[in-house]
């Protein structure tokens, strides 16, 4: 591609230290996606340059996908580099089986992002560039993308299912700046003989119809780049109406009055927000209309649904429901409580946590009397909330709070010997709360399905 808009190699370390010293923090740590590929080795050097005045600790991660018979070489050469560099490599080799109506890339790429969402780090650090940047704009541009597909890739975002955030340093870079800075520096690097393939899109763009463009439009990836950059400010204006028309519905559920309420256009940003922060794949013009539609028009008590891999939309009582796909629990589940102050229980898909406070919750004395273990409903448990009223059946309690029927087979029950304890959401028993001046747990479920998330670019 053209080299218009580009500026001195040498002026590398300072541009990419000026994208990542105002988003990180003193200690943090960095991890930076490494194929092995001229951007990644170059942005790997300029990483290592870096690290000791922007305080940060560095490493490495090399996804395998199984796909080119080089991959295994490719792995070697990361380990090399990495050895020689004195970084740590951590390997992740991913299927990319379950992903394959994706298509080949797309498919490669949610494999490939699901292994960085497992990475303990505070940061992952991408090298796509400009030139990227491009391709991916205009990629989306002939998908039928919307405003939020052409904002195209984030210098600087929140990452689905992850601790860490995602950072591209090289956004402003040009391809060609990075291979002028490899033979600069000496870097050597692996060519990937899938990137000559014109079969493949981004390829083609890439190959074909991109020189042809500069041809007439020499700065063309710069002014399209650009574009991309507009278009991610308007997304964050349509991000923020969202946000404030979420506001009104409150809680993790979206209140489907809201949806009623707003215009079609602002009901349908809100709709596509409220599923992308919950790590849906943006859904089609043509389903989104759809499932409006049957939000709006359908009665409180009709029920609507909508399914994708891993996740499903549920409506309950006039609030549209996300919960994450997961296998059914058997009745006989059962968990025993260390007394540590967090019980991950992945199978019920959430955290049980136990915050001691004095005088608050359950007292801490009456559960030493006997084991204290977590189960899910089996039918017929009660729990007295107060000591005027008599003890009334969890079935009742759940409808009374509105508890959606399929969130109440999975939601942790604490037992106190054989005595249900406390329901997190509804109370704890009465008999059991801890007295003034007496160590207390408060106890809190935190499901992963009512955690915020973003979607990845």
């Known amino acids: 591609m053209g080299s218009s808009g580009n500026s001195s190699p040498g002026e590398l370390p300072g541009r990419v230290a000026a994208e990542i010293a105002p988003a990180i923090f003193p200690a943090a740590h960095l991890a930076l996606g490494l194929s092995g590929g001229i951007d990644s080795v170059v942005l ?26 080089n991959a295994g070489r490719w ?27 994706l298509g080949l890339e ?17 940061f992952i650090v991408l090298a796509q560039h400009r030139d990227d940047q491009a391709e991916t704009l205009l990629l989306r541009l002939l998908r039928g993308a919307g405003p939020r597909g052409l904002a195209a890739m984030s210098p600087l975002r929140s990452f689905t299912g992850a601790r860490a955030g995602l950072l591209r340093p090289l956004l ?27 079969l493949r899109r981004r390829n083609f763009l890439r190959h074909e119809v991109f020189p042809l463009l500069e041809r007439q ?46 215009g079609e256009a602002r009901a349908k940003n809100l709709l596509r927000y409220w599923c992308e922060e ?15 539609r049957q939000l709006r028009e359908s009665g409180s008590d009709s029920r609507v649904s909508l399914a994708g891999r891993g996740w499903e939309l549920l409506r309950y009582r006039d609030k549209l429901h996300f919960q994450h796909g997961a296998k059914a629990v058997g009745r006989d589940f059962s968990e025993t409580w260390d007394g540590g102050n967090a019980l991950p229980l992945l199978a019920l898909g959430g955290v049980l946590k136990f915050k001691p406070e ?63 304890v406390s329901a997190p959401g509804i ?23 009512e955690r915020d998330t973003s979607a990845n670019d």
């Open 172 to 198: 402003g870079t040009s391809r060609v700046e990075i291979e002028t800075c490899a033979r600069l520096r000496g870097l050597k690097w692996i060519e990937d003989e899938s990137n000559t393939d014109t």
């Open 44 to 69: 790997l050097s300029v990483l290592l340059e870096l690290a000791p005045r922007l305080q940060f600790s560095l490493r490495a991660v090399h996804v395998n996908h199984g796909i080119s018979p």
């Open 106 to 122: 797309g498919a490669a790429r949610r494999a490939r992002y699901e292994a960085f969402a497992r990475v303990d780090a505070d």
């Open 217 to 262: 439009f020499p700065a063309a990836s710069v002014t399209i780049a650009r574009a991309a950059a507009h278009l991610a400010e308007a997304r964050e204006l349509l991000d923020q109406m969202a946000r404030t028309d979420l506001e009104s519905g409150g809680g993790t559920a979206l209140d489907i009055a809201v949806l009623r309420r707003l």
């Open 427 to 449: 109370g704890d028993a009465c008999e059991f709360r801890a007295e003034p001046g007496e160590a207390g747990l408060i106890v809190t479920w935190e499901s992963f399905d």
């Open 358 to 420: 004095e005088g608050r919750g359950l007292s801490l004395a009456k559960l030493r009397a006997d084991p204290v273990t977590v189960r899910v409903r089996r039918g017929g448990e009660r729990l007295r909330l107060d000591h005027r009223r008599p003890r009334r059946t969890l079935k009742n309690l759940f409808q009374e709070r509105s508890v959606p029927p399929w969130y109440r087979d999975r939601l942790p029950l604490v037992f106190c010997g054989e005595e249900l």
């Open 278 to 292: 919950r790590g849906i794949q943006p859904l089609s013009a043509a389903r989104t209309t759809e499932l409006l």
């Open 75 to 101: 792995a070697e050469f990361c380990a090399e580099l990495c050895g020689r560099s004195n970084i740590p490599l951590q390997q992740e080799s991913v299927d990319i089986t379950p992903f394959r109506d």
